[in-house]
């Protein structure tokens, strides 16, 4: 079994920057995919940001350019940088890594931008 906790969320002003972190219960070497998703009010969850093994990168068209998904095996952790905010980024965030056909997701950490 694999816990992921999230951390780094707050009440930021828009134009701010806040990095996420997600840190593993063990290593994440192995990880197929490593995202994030977040989900505002009302609406449905939606993809991010993801990181494949071989370093590939996907963003959200939303975020691309503002935000950076990277990871550091050493600490099992997971970053997302994120600046220039906006209040339509304002969500609760969630880690979810992906380690064959396992899938494992943190409870979620929350972004509020104001404006």
């Known amino acids: 079994q694999l816990q992921l906790v999230e951390s780094g969320g707050g009440l930021v002003q828009a134009g701010g920057s806040l990095r996420l972190s997600c840190a593993a219960s063990r290593s994440i070497f192995s990880s197929n995919v490593m995202a994030w998703y977040r989900q505002a009010p009302e609406k449905q969850r939606e993809l991010v940001a993801s990181?494949?093994?071989?370093?590939?990168?996907n963003y959200a068209d939303s975020v691309k350019g503002r935000f950076t998904i990277s990871r550091d095996n050493a600490k099992n952790t997971v970053y997302l940088q994120m600046n220039s905010l906006k209040p339509e980024d304002t969500a609760v965030y969630y880690c979810h890594v992906r380690i064959y056909a396992a899938n494992f997701w943190g409870k979620g950490t929350l972004v509020t931008v104001s404006s």
């Open positions: 990181l494949t093994s071989g370093s590939v990168t």
